[in-house]
């Protein structure tokens, strides 16, 4: 079997700043797994969901619902998004995407060992032969964590805690960069956000690419790709056809970078840039709590 492997970590100063020198890496068979499906969004932004007029959800997310509560079957966890329309440009995408893929079933799964969170994504990669926007990156993942704090309005004004609800929708808006029409130069941003008022999200991103340096980074009221002090390591491998992800963060780091407590949730949204897609063309997941030592989507316990 054809077996290649990718790597890429921090310095080794994140390293050196651990308790106890090197770090045990979790049993994973102990780690329930969790299905996350992720899938390509099309150009639907932010404000196109909370729109009643064009997003039948928007009503839901006013009263404190979830995108999953309508979208993923419970017993099941099937996305119930049409991505051949979208894929094909009949809805929310105005460029239609040949031999993209629509969606990607995605096992996750989480452990703790009190001083660092371990992230696990594991998936087959699905046929290719779309566009390379990416050239240098035919992998990457990103991860974006929030405290209950983001807000948006809805129609009425009223505040909706839009990351427990949606996820990372509450960075992505319809005038940011590769959006039909949008400034090129415009990142993804938090309306009205800042790491004072803990409005922000933190982000970590792996790439594929040889020698690429992994993200630690967040977003408020733009994108910041680094000055994250939490991210100790990002490590992927593709063994056949299935890649596997692995992320090491401290529970506690620097600005930027959401303190994570045990016994306490948090908000979790990924995405997969697959087969060198860049910008919007991501698959993405939506809005999924994520526990340390809690019952949650998906959950951390320490091991």
């Not at 499906?37 to 932010?46: D, Q, R, W, Y």
Request: glycine fraction near 14%; include cysteine; aromatic fraction near 6%.
């Amino acid at each position: 079997m054809n077996k290649t492997s990718i790597a890429a970590s921090v310095l080794g100063l994140a390293l050196a700043g651990i308790a106890g020198g090197a770090m045990a890496a979790p049993d994973w068979s102990k780690a329930q797994a969790r299905k996350v499906t992720v899938f390509h969004p099309g150009a639907s932004g932010l404000e196109w969901i909370m729109k009643g007029t064009e997003h039948g959800g928007a009503r839901g997310l006013s009263r404190g619902e979830t995108c999953i509560g309508c979208h993923e079957d419970e017993k099941t966890q099937k996305i119930d998004i049409d991505t051949d329309k979208i894929l094909k440009g009949v809805k929310l995408e105005p460029k239609p995407l040949a031999n993209h893929a629509g969606s990607i079933p995605v096992s996750v799964q989480a452990a703790n060992d009190g001083t660092n969170l371990y992230l696990r994504f594991s998936w087959k990669e699905p046929k290719g032969g779309a566009e390379k926007m990416d050239k240098d990156n035919p992998v990457k993942l990103a991860v974006m964590l929030e405290d209950s704090k983001v807000m948006v309005k809805d129609s009425k004004g009223k505040d909706v805690k839009i990351g427990v609800a949606a996820g990372c929708w509450g960075t992505c808006h319809t005038d940011a960069r590769t959006m039909p029409g949008a400034d090129d130069k415009k990142t993804k941003y938090v309306k009205g956000g800042t790491l004072a008022n803990g409005q922000y999200y933190d982000l970590m991103q792996w790439k594929s690419g040889k020698g690429a340096k992994p993200v630690d980074g967040h977003v408020a009221d733009k994108r910041v790709m680094e000055g994250g002090k939490a991210l100790v390591s990002a490590e992927g491998k593709k063994d056949g056809d299935t890649w596997t992800v692995t992320l090491t963060r401290k529970l506690t780091g620097g600005e930027g970078d959401i303190a994570l407590v045990s016994g306490k949730t948090y908000n979790m949204g990924f995405a997969i840039h697959n087969d060198h897609s860049a910008g919007r063309f991501h698959l993405v997941s939506f809005g999924y709590s994520l526990g340390i030592d809690a019952k949650a989507d998906i959950t951390a316990a320490k091991q």
